[in-house]
């Protein structure tokens, strides 16, 4: 019987693949497991393309922020930033010093005789207080507010005057609507309402009083109203009958139940500056007797959930002022605001020729001094010329593949330092000079340009600072005050081929692969030197001085001594001699050994007087032995300064027996300084080889 044969169809295996071979169909869970690994791979890749642009990106972000406070250099000073600098050099053709006193002279007779060429006018839309719901049998008296405007003038401070002086001048009243429907069915024209004008008259300089600043404060009175809640807060019974006696007793003149809410706004600050410009405004008022009218400090708050903010909640519940505030030249309804964004954006000067109302030159009022006409006219002309809007893209290449991709609409700031560039070469042209980190290539596009950004990987990271900022103690990178001594630093321009006049294609991407272009072009050196004993860094003013001569700083001194003071195992006689012997050899900086011998001799010299004086002969002697014991000096050296301390110690003796009364403790002490030192003088003995005992005794 032949054995059975197990086969399939042509073409088509056990699996159900194809040409015979086996295929094992996956599972879901392989599948999931196949793709888990790829996503790990994926993030893991992002997160490398994250850190590659992240430094650079953070030392840009720092080096903004240290350039705006210390710039290193001005960007309109650029050939390729021209259009920033906004002064002409014509003048200084025709320039003489003899015409600063006149121009001083002129300049303060415009600035004390110039005022204001335009008038406020304040319209008042309405007095909002939720606790002020009128009842049924109110009638048109209960409609309506009082509102009191004055013109507050701080003055200059005399000498004499304890406080700046006040003057308060009052600029009318109205009768202003109280809870106004502001729906949209019901809301009515602005002429309609009660206005106010201030005229600028007011606002001219006094010859009694040099006024600083300009305030206006709102004054608002609402008769019988009774004082039951204060921004929406209830009082109490009795604190209500306290307060209104209170009120009785401090104005006699306000009638029974009067409420007095006030409130004030800067005009003009303290430098002459304008802090209202034309706009809605809606102020908080507050109740004068409860909060009196003071100037407080602006503060920036965070909103949380659930926090409480009084100044906000003062919105909601009331009382408020709303008004619209206009400046104008006469009559007419014109607005000639000054020119001023204090919130500008960022495309704010990109998007200037869509309001030519902003652009008016000849009606923009100052009050510190007047503007110049020709430089005036040639920024209308500059403003007045049609911009290109442009669409920036940014793709942040990392590995030859894309990565991110930003839009920024009618924007030619930098994206690194925030500096306005104003066309697309200088943006181009800054990015690659100031952020060489980063490699630029321009690519055109049809709605604007678009900027691929990879990573500079043949940019040198050293750095190119002052050497001495990254040695300086932290906390004090912005305090320094003038200038300041620095180290010499060399730069030399390796490269600088003849100007070619600017054009988009010098941003293209090469071709070749040139990484010649990419390199950079300024080297040099950023030397910092270090103390060769203490290997602290040299700091600019110590440059002029040698480190090597500085070899016993006193601090050096001062451990050194403390560090042999500490010795347990010598004797206190030992302990003066190494003292003074480590201070000797710091000072004249003896390191070799054939310097020893020297170093003795000099030492003898220059310390004899106080090793006698201390009594230290025999702890000196002891030390000249041992260093002959090392080979370090010889026996003619020890001969020598022994000697040296000989002759000291016979000079000290005769200056003692010249005065009466010391021959006989000087002979004891003699005497017991001999028998001190006989141990010593026999083994010297033996050192120096001499027999005859009597002839050291008649050396010594």
Known sequence: MAPHKQSHPVGLGSGGKPNGLYHHQPSSASMAAAKKPNMQLIQADHELFLQAFEKPTQIYRFLRTRNLIAPIFLHRTLTYMSHRNSRNNVKRKNYK???LLFKVEKMRGEQETHSLASNLQLTFTGFFHKAGKLSQDSENEQNSVSLEVLLVKVCHKKRKD????????????????????????????????????????????????????????????????PRTQINGLANGEIHHKEAVNRKRRSSALREEGETTFVAQMTVFDKNRRLQLLDGEYEVSMQEMEECPVGKKRATWETILDGKRLPPFESFSQGPTLQFTLRWTSDSADHSTAPVAK??????????????????????????????????????????????????????FQYNNNTRQQTEARDDLHCPWCTLNCRKLYSLLKHLKLSHSRFIFNYVPHPKGAKIEVSINECYDGSYAGNPQDIHSQPGFAFSRNGPVKRTAVTHFLVCRPKRTKPSLSEFLESEDGDREAQRTYISGHNRLYFHS???????????????????????????????????MD???????????????????????????????????????AVIVKRNLCRNFLLHLISMHDFNLISTLTINQAMARLRLVESQSEASISDLPGTLSSTKGFLLAGSVCTCSVESRLRRLLGVKSAGVLQKEV
């Open 162 to 225: 304890v406080s700046c002086p006040v003057k308060q001048v009052p600029t009318g009243k109205k009768q202003v609507p109280l809870n106004p429907d502001t729906s949209a069915g019901v809301q009515a024209k602005l002429s309609s309402y009660p206005s106010l004008l201030v005229p600028s008259s007011e606002f001219e300089p006094s010859n009694s009083h040099m006024v600083k600043s300009y305030s206006l404060l709102f004054r608002v009175s609402r008769p019988g109203h």
């Open 570 to 608: 010598v004797n206190e006689g030992e302990k003066e001699i190494m003292k003074l012997w480590n201070l000797h050899v710091m000072k004249r900086g003896f390191i070799a050994d054939n310097q020893m011998n020297e170093a003795c001799l000099l030492f003898a010299e220059h310390h004899a």
């Open 342 to 395: 204090p919130l500008a954006t960022r495309n704010s000067e990109t998007n200037q020729d869509t309001r030519p109302s902003t652009l008016r030159a000849t009606h923009t009022p100052t009050v510190k001094e007047s503007v110049n006409t020709d430089v005036q006219t040639r920024r209308e002309q500059v403003l007045s010329e049609p911009r290109q809007k442009l669409r920036i893209f940014y793709q």
């Open 533 to 567: 004993d203490s290997c602290l860094p040299l700091r600019p003013q110590e440059m002029e001085v040698d480190s090597e001569d500085e070899r016993d700083p006193d601090w050096l001194k001062e451990k050194t001594v403390k560090q042999i003071e500490d010795f």
């Open 97 to 99: 010093v003899d015409n």
